[in-house]
Protein backbone atom coordinates (compact mmCIF):
# COMPACT_ATOMS: atom_id res chain seq x y z
CA UNK A 1 0.00 0.00 0.00
CA UNK A 2 2.87 2.13 0.91
CA UNK A 3 4.45 2.06 -2.29
CA UNK A 4 1.59 2.31 -4.67
CA UNK A 5 1.06 5.53 -2.32
CA UNK A 6 4.81 6.93 -3.01
CA UNK A 7 4.41 5.73 -6.41
CA UNK A 8 1.02 7.99 -6.73
CA UNK A 9 2.80 10.97 -5.05
CA UNK A 10 5.91 10.89 -7.63
CA UNK A 11 3.86 10.01 -10.43
CA UNK A 12 1.35 13.17 -9.35
CA UNK A 13 4.03 15.50 -9.10
CA UNK A 14 5.70 14.64 -12.22
CA UNK A 15 2.42 14.97 -14.04
CA UNK A 16 1.41 18.45 -12.45
CA UNK A 17 5.18 19.63 -13.61
CA UNK A 18 4.43 18.51 -17.19
CA UNK A 19 0.82 20.14 -17.45
CA UNK A 20 2.72 23.17 -16.42
CA UNK A 21 5.69 22.62 -19.02
CA UNK A 22 3.50 22.67 -22.12
CA UNK A 23 4.74 26.09 -23.42
CA UNK A 24 8.26 24.47 -23.45
CA UNK A 25 10.05 23.80 -26.34
CA UNK A 26 9.44 19.97 -26.85
CA UNK A 27 13.15 18.76 -26.05
CA UNK A 28 13.52 20.89 -23.13
CA UNK A 29 10.10 19.90 -21.81
CA UNK A 30 11.39 16.21 -22.12
CA UNK A 31 14.83 17.02 -20.53
CA UNK A 32 13.72 18.42 -17.53
CA UNK A 33 11.28 15.96 -16.73
CA UNK A 34 13.84 13.13 -17.06
CA UNK A 35 16.78 15.45 -14.96
CA UNK A 36 13.44 15.77 -12.40
CA UNK A 37 12.60 12.02 -12.85
CA UNK A 38 16.23 10.95 -13.07
CA UNK A 39 16.53 12.79 -9.41
CA UNK A 40 13.78 11.04 -7.82
CA UNK A 41 14.80 7.92 -8.45
CA UNK A 42 18.71 8.66 -7.51
CA UNK A 43 17.08 10.42 -4.11
CA UNK A 44 15.27 7.31 -2.97
CA UNK A 45 17.82 4.86 -4.20
CA UNK A 46 21.08 6.65 -2.73
CA UNK A 47 19.39 8.11 0.77
CA UNK A 48 16.59 4.82 0.96
CA UNK A 49 13.80 7.00 1.10
CA UNK A 50 11.28 4.78 1.58
CA UNK A 51 8.52 5.81 3.73
CA UNK A 52 5.64 8.46 2.26
CA UNK A 53 6.61 11.21 4.59
CA UNK A 54 9.99 11.36 3.65
CA UNK A 55 9.49 11.17 -0.32
CA UNK A 56 6.85 13.99 0.65
CA UNK A 57 10.05 15.85 2.00
CA UNK A 58 11.91 15.18 -0.75
CA UNK A 59 9.51 16.47 -3.41
CA UNK A 60 9.17 19.28 -1.24
CA UNK A 61 13.11 20.45 -1.63
CA UNK A 62 11.84 20.08 -5.36
CA UNK A 63 9.77 22.46 -4.97
CA UNK A 64 6.47 22.83 -6.09
CA UNK A 65 5.39 22.19 -9.95
CA UNK A 66 5.20 25.67 -10.07
CA UNK A 67 8.22 27.07 -8.82
CA UNK A 68 10.45 24.08 -10.91
CA UNK A 69 8.18 25.21 -14.06
CA UNK A 70 8.48 29.04 -13.43
CA UNK A 71 12.42 28.64 -13.26
CA UNK A 72 11.89 26.52 -16.58
CA UNK A 73 10.17 29.35 -18.51
CA UNK A 74 12.70 31.60 -17.06
CA UNK A 75 15.96 29.58 -17.56
CA UNK A 76 14.81 29.17 -21.44
CA UNK A 77 14.01 33.28 -21.64
CA UNK A 78 10.55 32.47 -22.42
CA UNK A 79 8.98 35.12 -19.41
CA UNK A 80 6.12 33.77 -17.74
CA UNK A 81 3.56 31.22 -19.52
CA UNK A 82 0.14 32.20 -20.23
CA UNK A 83 -2.08 29.08 -19.33
CA UNK A 84 -1.52 26.81 -16.79
CA UNK A 85 -0.72 28.50 -13.55
CA UNK A 86 -2.16 28.18 -10.28
CA UNK A 87 0.78 30.48 -8.30
CA UNK A 88 -0.41 33.79 -6.95
CA UNK A 89 2.34 36.14 -8.72
CA UNK A 90 1.54 34.91 -12.24
CA UNK A 91 -1.48 35.51 -11.73
CA UNK A 92 -1.73 38.56 -10.45
CA UNK A 93 0.79 39.47 -13.61
CA UNK A 94 -2.19 38.33 -15.66
CA UNK A 95 -4.64 40.07 -14.08
CA UNK A 96 -3.47 43.26 -14.99
CA UNK A 97 -3.30 43.21 -18.50
CA UNK A 98 -7.10 42.06 -18.00
CA UNK A 99 -8.01 45.21 -15.97
CA UNK A 100 -6.17 47.86 -18.55
CA UNK A 101 -8.91 48.27 -20.78
CA UNK A 102 -11.79 49.25 -18.17
CA UNK A 103 -9.20 51.85 -16.38
CA UNK A 104 -10.97 54.66 -18.65
CA UNK A 105 -13.47 55.61 -15.88
CA UNK A 106 -11.91 54.60 -12.39
CA UNK A 107 -7.93 54.28 -12.52
CA UNK A 108 -7.80 55.30 -8.87
CA UNK A 109 -10.80 52.93 -7.53
CA UNK A 110 -7.73 50.23 -9.11
CA UNK A 111 -4.66 52.05 -7.52
CA UNK A 112 -6.53 51.65 -4.02
CA UNK A 113 -7.72 48.09 -4.49
CA UNK A 114 -4.70 46.32 -5.93
CA UNK A 115 -1.85 46.88 -2.90
CA UNK A 116 -3.68 45.08 -0.62
CA UNK A 117 -3.56 42.09 -2.62
CA UNK A 118 0.02 41.37 -2.25
CA UNK A 119 3.37 43.89 -3.10
CA UNK A 120 3.22 47.05 -3.86
CA UNK A 121 5.73 47.24 -6.82
CA UNK A 122 4.10 45.33 -9.09
CA UNK A 123 0.91 46.81 -8.93
CA UNK A 124 2.06 50.85 -9.14
CA UNK A 125 2.89 50.17 -12.39
CA UNK A 126 -1.40 49.99 -13.81
CA UNK A 127 -2.44 52.95 -12.44
CA UNK A 128 -0.03 54.61 -14.07
CA UNK A 129 -0.18 53.07 -17.30
CA UNK A 130 -3.84 53.63 -16.85
CA UNK A 131 -4.42 56.67 -17.12
CA UNK A 132 -2.15 57.63 -20.42
CA UNK A 133 -4.75 54.80 -22.23
CA UNK A 134 -7.94 56.82 -20.28
CA UNK A 135 -8.08 60.09 -22.03
CA UNK A 136 -6.95 59.55 -25.21
CA UNK A 137 -9.88 57.69 -26.22
CA UNK A 138 -12.77 60.45 -25.93
CA UNK A 139 -10.61 62.94 -27.68
CA UNK A 140 -10.21 60.07 -30.85
CA UNK A 141 -13.67 59.39 -30.56
CA UNK A 142 -14.66 63.31 -31.11
CA UNK A 143 -12.19 63.46 -33.80
CA UNK A 144 -13.31 60.32 -35.33
CA UNK A 145 -17.11 61.77 -34.87
CA UNK A 146 -16.23 65.49 -36.12
CA UNK A 147 -14.02 63.66 -39.06
CA UNK A 148 -17.06 61.11 -40.34
CA UNK A 149 -19.48 64.42 -39.98
CA UNK A 150 -16.98 66.73 -42.05
CA UNK A 151 -16.58 63.41 -44.65
CA UNK A 152 -20.20 62.45 -44.63
CA UNK A 153 -21.23 66.56 -45.14
CA UNK A 154 -18.67 66.67 -47.98
CA UNK A 155 -19.58 63.59 -49.56
CA UNK A 156 -23.14 64.49 -49.77
CA UNK A 157 -22.76 67.70 -51.25
CA UNK A 158 -20.64 66.65 -53.72
CA UNK A 159 -23.37 63.83 -54.38
CA UNK A 160 -26.21 66.29 -55.05
CA UNK A 161 -23.75 68.45 -57.12
CA UNK A 162 -22.68 66.01 -59.21
CA UNK A 163 -26.51 64.78 -59.46
CA UNK A 164 -27.75 68.83 -60.35
CA UNK A 165 -25.56 68.43 -63.13
CA UNK A 166 -26.21 65.62 -64.59
CA UNK A 167 -30.21 66.02 -64.32
CA UNK A 168 -29.62 69.10 -65.62
CA UNK A 169 -27.15 68.54 -68.53
CA UNK A 170 -29.58 65.09 -69.31
CA UNK A 171 -32.58 67.40 -69.27
CA UNK A 172 -30.72 70.11 -72.20
CA UNK A 173 -29.53 66.61 -73.81
CA UNK A 174 -33.20 65.26 -73.97
CA UNK A 175 -34.72 68.73 -75.08
CA UNK A 176 -32.80 69.72 -77.70
CA UNK A 177 -32.76 66.02 -79.16
CA UNK A 178 -36.67 66.01 -78.80
CA UNK A 179 -36.97 69.14 -81.28
CA UNK A 180 -34.59 67.45 -83.29
CA UNK A 181 -35.21 64.49 -84.77
CA UNK A 182 -37.33 61.05 -84.86
CA UNK A 183 -34.37 59.42 -83.48
CA UNK A 184 -34.90 60.95 -80.02
CA UNK A 185 -37.17 58.45 -78.95
CA UNK A 186 -34.76 56.01 -78.78
CA UNK A 187 -32.60 58.37 -76.87
CA UNK A 188 -35.53 59.10 -74.50
CA UNK A 189 -35.44 55.39 -73.77
CA UNK A 190 -31.61 55.14 -72.86
CA UNK A 191 -31.12 58.81 -71.19
CA UNK A 192 -33.90 59.10 -68.75
CA UNK A 193 -32.54 55.67 -66.81
CA UNK A 194 -29.73 57.24 -64.53
CA UNK A 195 -32.21 60.33 -63.49
CA UNK A 196 -35.19 58.34 -62.83
CA UNK A 197 -34.11 56.43 -59.85
CA UNK A 198 -32.27 59.24 -58.27
CA UNK A 199 -35.32 61.58 -58.94
CA UNK A 200 -36.83 61.82 -55.37
CA UNK A 201 -32.84 63.47 -54.35
CA UNK A 202 -33.34 65.52 -57.03
CA UNK A 203 -36.83 66.68 -57.40
CA UNK A 204 -36.35 70.63 -57.18
CA UNK A 205 -34.53 70.32 -60.44
CA UNK A 206 -38.15 69.72 -62.83
CA UNK A 207 -39.54 72.58 -60.96
CA UNK A 208 -37.18 74.79 -62.03
CA UNK A 209 -36.95 73.79 -65.42
CA UNK B 1 9.00 38.20 4.76
CA UNK B 2 8.52 38.45 1.09
CA UNK B 3 11.10 41.10 0.56
CA UNK B 4 13.98 38.67 2.81
CA UNK B 5 13.35 36.16 -0.26
CA UNK B 6 13.15 38.69 -2.45
CA UNK B 7 16.60 39.62 -1.77
CA UNK B 8 17.99 36.29 -1.73
CA UNK B 9 16.57 35.79 -4.98
CA UNK B 10 18.06 38.83 -6.51
CA UNK B 11 21.71 38.06 -4.94
CA UNK B 12 21.30 34.40 -6.12
CA UNK B 13 20.44 35.36 -9.79
CA UNK B 14 23.51 36.27 -11.78
CA UNK B 15 25.75 34.50 -9.37
CA UNK B 16 24.27 30.97 -8.66
CA UNK B 17 25.22 29.95 -12.09
CA UNK B 18 28.88 30.59 -11.80
CA UNK B 19 28.99 28.57 -8.56
CA UNK B 20 27.52 25.60 -10.56
CA UNK B 21 30.55 26.29 -12.85
CA UNK B 22 32.93 26.22 -10.52
CA UNK B 23 31.44 23.46 -8.95
CA UNK B 24 32.10 21.64 -12.02
CA UNK B 25 35.39 23.34 -13.11
CA UNK B 26 37.86 20.29 -11.38
CA UNK B 27 35.74 17.14 -12.12
CA UNK B 28 32.26 16.09 -13.85
CA UNK B 29 29.57 15.96 -11.30
CA UNK B 30 25.77 14.42 -12.07
CA UNK B 31 22.84 16.80 -11.24
CA UNK B 32 21.51 15.13 -8.34
CA UNK B 33 25.28 15.61 -6.99
CA UNK B 34 25.20 19.40 -7.81
CA UNK B 35 21.52 19.98 -6.56
CA UNK B 36 22.65 18.21 -3.30
CA UNK B 37 25.90 19.96 -2.73
CA UNK B 38 23.25 23.55 -3.24
CA UNK B 39 21.25 21.89 -0.59
CA UNK B 40 23.96 22.48 1.93
CA UNK B 41 24.29 25.83 1.74
CA UNK B 42 21.67 27.63 3.10
CA UNK B 43 22.74 31.19 1.73
CA UNK B 44 21.58 29.75 -1.44
CA UNK B 45 19.10 27.29 -0.83
CA UNK B 46 16.60 27.39 -3.54
CA UNK B 47 14.22 24.72 -4.54
CA UNK B 48 16.17 21.65 -6.32
CA UNK B 49 14.23 21.60 -9.21
CA UNK B 50 15.31 24.88 -10.48
CA UNK B 51 18.69 23.81 -10.82
CA UNK B 52 17.99 21.45 -13.50
CA UNK B 53 16.54 24.38 -15.60
CA UNK B 54 19.50 26.15 -15.14
CA UNK B 55 21.37 23.36 -16.24
CA UNK B 56 19.63 23.23 -19.09
CA UNK B 57 20.07 26.82 -20.38
CA UNK B 58 23.91 26.37 -19.09
CA UNK B 59 24.60 23.74 -21.64
CA UNK B 60 22.49 25.49 -24.13
CA UNK B 61 24.80 28.48 -23.47
CA UNK B 62 27.47 26.05 -24.61
CA UNK B 63 29.32 26.61 -21.03
CA UNK B 64 28.36 23.28 -19.58
CA UNK B 65 28.81 19.98 -21.55
CA UNK B 66 27.31 16.60 -20.38
CA UNK B 67 27.15 13.05 -20.63
CA UNK B 68 25.29 10.12 -19.72
CA UNK B 69 26.40 7.05 -17.89
CA UNK B 70 24.94 4.09 -16.08
CA UNK B 71 24.70 4.11 -12.73
CA UNK B 72 25.18 1.38 -10.46
CA UNK B 73 22.20 2.32 -8.25
CA UNK B 74 19.72 4.16 -9.89
CA UNK B 75 19.27 5.32 -13.63
CA UNK B 76 21.67 6.95 -16.08
CA UNK B 77 23.55 9.50 -14.88
CA UNK B 78 23.96 12.84 -16.77
CA UNK B 79 27.38 13.84 -15.75
CA UNK B 80 28.41 17.99 -16.42
CA UNK B 81 31.83 18.95 -17.43
CA UNK B 82 33.04 22.88 -17.61
CA UNK B 83 33.82 23.60 -21.81
CA UNK B 84 36.19 26.11 -22.75
CA UNK B 85 33.98 28.84 -22.77
CA UNK B 86 32.54 28.00 -19.55
CA UNK B 87 35.72 28.12 -17.97
CA UNK B 88 36.64 31.84 -19.59
CA UNK B 89 33.26 32.80 -18.35
CA UNK B 90 34.30 31.61 -14.44
CA UNK B 91 37.70 33.88 -15.14
CA UNK B 92 35.78 36.70 -15.92
CA UNK B 93 33.33 36.08 -13.58
CA UNK B 94 35.93 35.80 -10.31
CA UNK B 95 37.65 39.49 -11.84
CA UNK B 96 34.81 41.02 -11.53
CA UNK B 97 33.16 39.50 -8.95
CA UNK B 98 36.32 40.56 -6.84
CA UNK B 99 35.95 44.14 -8.00
CA UNK B 100 32.15 44.22 -7.59
CA UNK B 101 32.52 42.66 -3.65
CA UNK B 102 35.06 45.19 -2.71
CA UNK B 103 32.61 48.40 -4.18
CA UNK B 104 29.78 47.08 -2.74
CA UNK B 105 31.28 46.52 0.62
CA UNK B 106 32.92 50.06 0.75
CA UNK B 107 29.46 51.81 -0.36
CA UNK B 108 27.60 49.63 2.09
CA UNK B 109 30.07 49.61 5.33
CA UNK B 110 30.78 45.83 4.87
CA UNK B 111 34.66 45.66 4.04
CA UNK B 112 36.30 46.43 7.59
CA UNK B 113 34.28 43.04 8.88
Redesign the interface.
Known sequence: MSSNKTEDAVAEYLHELELRLTGLPVL?RR??LA?????I??????RGVTSESDLLDLLE????PE??AA??Y???GMGEPVLAYAGTAPAAARSLPAVLPPPDSPPPAYAGEFPPFA?HRPYSAPPVAGPPFAPPPPVRKQEDNTGLRVVIGVAIVTVVVVLLGCLAGGFLMVQSAGSDAPAATTVDRVEPAPPFPENPLVAPVPTVE | MADVAQLSTSLRRGTLEFCVLAMVEHEHRYGTEIVRRFGEERNLAASEGTIYPLLSRLRRVGWLDSKWSESPTGPPRRYYALTDSGRSALEHFRSEWVSFRQTVDRLVGTGGA
Open positions: QELEISAHSNERVERLGSVVAAEEAG
